[in-house]
């Protein structure tokens, strides 16, 4: 198969995360995601926690989803957010892979290569998905869910001047609650295959 890349934007809960997992298994390639806040972090020789907010620390592997990558200064989201540029970019000219969140869409949206996936669902299916998959009360989803819209929105908007959302940006838009986890990362690793089985 020739060299690609997938960058992967979402929804909270819309199981965005677990599909790119899934995905990466089912075409044999790696997957980045809070890989890339380590990276940033050794880097800068900076300890994860100054990259990441006190609630990407939180025990709960669902919390490390809900602030994007950055802190509450600007000025150390800048650098943040250089750095972070250039790994995004040092990878996927590497090797395929996935790349999850962090503009990675819009830093490699002109490369030929790559393939820009935005994951959504209906809002009761991710109340849903929150509930029985992450464990949450049904208060604490809807409160998460709002959160995690609100800051991936402002992050997103703030570096490459759209919303994660914008179909201009997407090469591929899915609903993940009509064919699950497994079903979607099918239908996109079918169409990678299609593109790049050759």
Do not use: W
Not at 170 to 190: E, F, N, R
């Amino acid at each position: 198969m020739n060299k690609f890349t997938l960058t992967i934007t979402r929804e909270f809960g819309s199981l965005g995360r677990s599909i790119a997992k899934e995905l990466a298994e089912e075409l044999g390639v790696e997957l980045y995601d809070r890989d890339i806040v380590e990276k940033v972090a050794k880097q800068l020789n900076m300890p994860v926690s100054t990259i990441s907010n006190e609630e990407e620390r939180s025990k709960h592997s669902f919390l490390a989803r809900m602030f994007p990558l950055g802190t509450d200064e600007e000025y150390m989201q800048d650098i943040i957010f250089d750095t972070q540029k250039n790994i995004i970019l040092d990878l996927a000219s590497k090797s395929s892979c996935i790349l999850v969140g962090r503009c990675s869409d819009y830093l490699l949206e002109h490369r030929e290569d790559n393939i820009n996936i935005f994951i959504y669902a209906p809002y009761e299916k991710r109340l849903e998905n929150c509930v029985n998959i992450l464990g949450m009360s049904k208060s604490e989803a809807k409160k998460m869910i709002a959160s995690v819209d609100k800051a991936r929105n402002t992050y997103h908007k703030k570096y490459a001047g759209y919303l994660p959302n914008d179909a201009k940006h997407k090469h591929l838009m899915i609903d993940s609650s009509l064919l699950g986890v497994k079903g979607t990362s099918h239908l996109i690793a079918q169409m990678v295959r299609e593109l790049y089985d050759k």
